[in-house]
Structures are given as structure tokens and as C-alpha cells.
């Protein structure tokens, strides 16, 4: 089991940058492949996938609307994993939830990710 807590979430104009962490403690960090996911406040949107990074952090992939703009990286050592967000825009408004895959790979669907944070809050202001 691993518990997992988001921080770094806050409100942020358009344009610019915030950086999410998700800390593990429990079973080993590293063999859990780690996922950001995001749920918009609009009523009857699901939380959606963002970024995956596998075990090692040699393998990462992004949802195409953050390409470019966001970046996921861990530390093993840490026990932490990150979400570097850049050039923000209105519609990257949503809870940002980090996940964590045992022994995965890095999934892009909700059902493969065994642990979940609690969320943090991300607003962007237009």
C-alpha cells in the first residue's frame, strides 16, 4: 500500500507556471508506476488522464493538450513525483489527482491506477 499527498496547486494567471509534487510513503516508491489525472468543475466531466511516467522515469506520456507545456518527473529517492505545468491556460482549471500504478508501466486509463491522492487545486485565471 502507499499513501500519496498533492501539493503545489493554487491560482495562477494565464501564461503562467506551477509545479505539483505528490508524495508517496508506504511500500517501496519505486514500483509504482506513477500518473497525474484531472477533473474540470463542470458538472459531468470525468477526471481525465494528463501525464505517466513509469517506474524508472524513463518512459513518459502526455495527453496531447499538455504537450509541450507540462512536464512529469520523479524522484525515486524522494519518493516524490512532479508535475511541471507551463503556459497555463483557463481550461487547465481541475483538481489535479496523482496515482500510482503497482508494478505498472504507465497507463492512461482511471482502472489501471491501484492508489489515488486526495487533489489539489488548480486555478487559472483568464
Known amino acids: 500500500q502507499v499513501q500519496l499527498v498533492e501539493s503545489g496547486g493554487g491560482l495562477v494567471q494565464a501564461g503562467g507556471s506551477l509545479r505539483l509534487s505528490c508524495a508517496g510513503s508506504g511500500r517501496t516508491f519505486s514500483t509504482f508506476a506513477m500518473g497525474w489525472f484531472r477533473q474540470a468543475p463542470e458538472p459531468g466531466k470525468e477526471r481525465e488522464f494528463v501525464a505517466t511516467i513509469s517506474r524508472s522515469g524513463d518512459n513518459r506520456y502526455y495527453t496531447d493538450s499538455v504537450k509541450g507545456r507540462f512536464t512529469i518527473s520523479r524522484d525515486n529517492a524522494k519518493n516524490t513525483v512532479y508535475l511541471h505545468m507551463n503556459s497555463l491556460k483557463f481550461e487547465d482549471t481541475a483538481v489535479y489527482y496523482c496515482?500510482?500504478?503497482?508494478?505498472?508501466?504507465?497507463?492512461?486509463?482511471?482502472?489501471?491506477?491501484?492508489?489515488w491522492g486526495q487533489g489539489t487545486q488548480v486555478t487559472v485565471s483568464s
Open positions: 496515482a500510482a500504478d503497482y508494478l505498472g508501466y504507465g497507463s492512461i486509463s482511471v482502472r489501471d491506477y491501484d492508489y
